[in-house]
């Protein structure tokens, strides 16, 4: 299994960007999808997810300007970030819980980091 994201760049404090999250290759069923973060120096932190069934859950920081989505049929997850902060910077890592065939139990799966610059 493979992730890919894409999206991240440098922005303005107050503008928007949007990520996105694609999973390849031994998907049997996608449980749960997620967006991460790690700021230099820093830990990294939960900023959404989404399950199959489109429940979702966000940091309190970035709930009413992130926005969390999915394409279930293309094994996509968007993260649509708005009024965006200077904190709000790091690395943004997408996360996915795979069951890879009917006899095996969910694995966690971690793309590559992509990388948001928001200035002041």
């Known amino acids: 299994v493979q992730l890919q994201a894409s999206g991240g760049g440098l922005v303005q404090a107050g503008g928007s960007l949007r990520l996105s999250c694609v999973a390849s290759g031994r998907v049997f069923i996608l449980n749960a999808m997620g967006w991460y973060r790690q700021a230099p120096g820093k830990q990294r932190e939960l900023v959404a997810t989404?399950?199959?069934?489109?429940?979702?859950n966000y940091r309190d920081s970035v709930k009413g300007r992130f926005t969390i989505s999915q394409d279930n049929a293309k094994n996509t997850v968007f993260l649509q970030m708005n009024s965006l902060k200077p904190e709000d910077t790091g690395a943004y890592y997408c996360?996915?819980?795979?069951?890879?065939?009917?006899?095996?139990?969910?694995?966690?799966?971690w793309g590559q980091g992509t990388l948001v610059t928001v200035s002041s």
């Open positions: 996360a996915a819980d795979i069951q890879n065939s009917f006899f095996e139990s969910d694995q966690r799966y």
């Open positions: 989404v399950t199959r069934e489109g429940t979702t």
